[in-house]
């Protein structure tokens, strides 16, 4: 039987969530085999009972899972696993992270910078208005945009960047065999050609509020940083930005009036130093380092010095040079190195002066250190 089936499987368990999942996966090594394990074996991982294993044997749940990727891929929908080398690096590093997701366009998961932009449903005039001036001005930055795709502000940051060609992507809180709200219907059909939809939820899957939430996570672990344009003291911003300072994100919010109900969750971030304060894209770009996509990094040729580097440390140097800012994942890649070891080799090359390291788990090589 094909593995995916097994995987959208894994997926589909009642009470087992991703974590447990993982657990699962790390025992056995593939979905597959923990359908496959003696039911024995399985015991021995903490928190799975009988109830949770008695699924395994439950043959309905393979024919649904086969009926899913019978969907998705007459929807021509990628089935991203979290092993799989398109899922999003920023999200699979979250402890929680979904085991698999269902993408429909062609946006690029890993794109070198990525902003969340969340904020209330139902946004004042000023709200509408400096969102989408904040849109307009992230175009220079070469982003891709995340939202929900709800009414307000998601779907204002959606609208904004399609008019500024910014990719853009919508997550969802329910399958891709249907859109909610069902007026964005255009909207979103407009995005999967110019970004695209994920979600990681199978279809079928309505969009019930308990949904949401988990969709929250996603738009969170997906960014480099996530930015509230206006909130009320409770909702799913909020709850976005809470997912966002438990991954270690950076959070802006824009501070608003200080009587307005619609600015009360922005100001309460910042009080509470759960969000920096801005004022305009030039703000968050500031805040994390970047420079203009306008700009041309002219590639430079490495002073003498390299030499005086250990082997693994000249290759990730040259690696870098010319490049401008590079994400560690790709690294790892090009010098063949686990993720630990080179965490080491960039940490030294930093303390002496040769790279710096960037917000986003970025890296270039220093002005300094260039002839």
């Not at 709200?181 to 990681?200: F, I, N, V």
């Not at 929250?216 to 003291?233: Q, T």
């Not at 560690?328 to 080799?345: A, F, K, W, Y």
Request: aromatic share 6%.
């Amino acid at each position: 039987m094909d593995e995916r089936i097994y995987q959208i499987a894994l997926t589909q368990l009642t009470g087992i969530g991703p974590v447990l999942a993982k657990k699962l996966l790390t025992h056995c090594g593939t979905a597959s085999a923990v359908f496959l394990e003696k039911p024995d074996l399985l015991r021995k991982i903490s928190r799975i009972g009988a109830n949770k294993l008695s699924q395994l044997s439950d043959k309905s749940i393979l024919k649904r899972a086969e009926e899913e990727l019978r969907f998705t891929e007459r929807h021509k929908l990628q089935v991203l696993f979290i092993d799989d080398a398109h899922y999003p690096e920023r999200l699979r590093h979250c402890h929680d992270a979904p085991l698999l997701l269902y993408h429909c366009g062609n946006t690029n998961l890993n794109a070198k910078r990525i902003v969340s932009i969340v904020g209330t449903r139902s946004p004042s005039e000023y709200g509408k208005e400096l969102c989408m001036q904040f849109v307009k001005d992230l175009a220079q930055y070469n982003v891709l945009i995340v939202s929900g795709l709800a009414y307000g502000i998601d779907a204002i940051a959606h609208k904004m960047a399609l008019e500024q060609n910014i990719p853009t992507l919508g997550v969802l809180a329910h399958g891709l065999d249907q859109i909610y709200p069902y007026a964005h219907r255009g909207l979103a059909r407009q995005m999967t050609e110019s970004g695209g939809l994920l979600t990681d939820f199978p279809s079928q899957t309505k969009p019930d509020r308990e949904n949401f939430p988990m969709r929250n996570r996603i738009v969170a672990g997906l960014s480099d940083a996530v930015i509230v344009v206006e909130s009320g003291v409770t909702g799913g911003s909020l709850i976005t930005t809470e997912f966002a300072n438990n991954y270690n994100r950076d959070v802006f919010a824009f501070p608003g009036r200080a009587n307005d109900e619609k600015s009360a969750g922005c100001l309460r971030l910042i009080k509470g130093h759960k969000a920096a304060l801005i004022t305009s894209a030039a703000d968050v770009a500031l805040g994390m380092n970047w420079e203009s996509g306008v700009q041309t990094t002219l590639a430079v040729e490495v002073k003498p010095e390299i030499e005086k580097l250990e082997v693994e440390e000249a290759t990730v140097v040259g690696l870098l040079n010319g490049r401008g800012e590079v994400h560690i994942s790709d690294l790892t890649t090009g010098v063949n190195l686990c993720h630990e070891h080179l965490l080491d080799i960039m940490a030294s090359l930093e303390l002496n002066g040769w790279v710096k390291s960037i917000p986003g788990n970025y890296y270039r090589l220093k002005r300094s250190c260039v002839a």
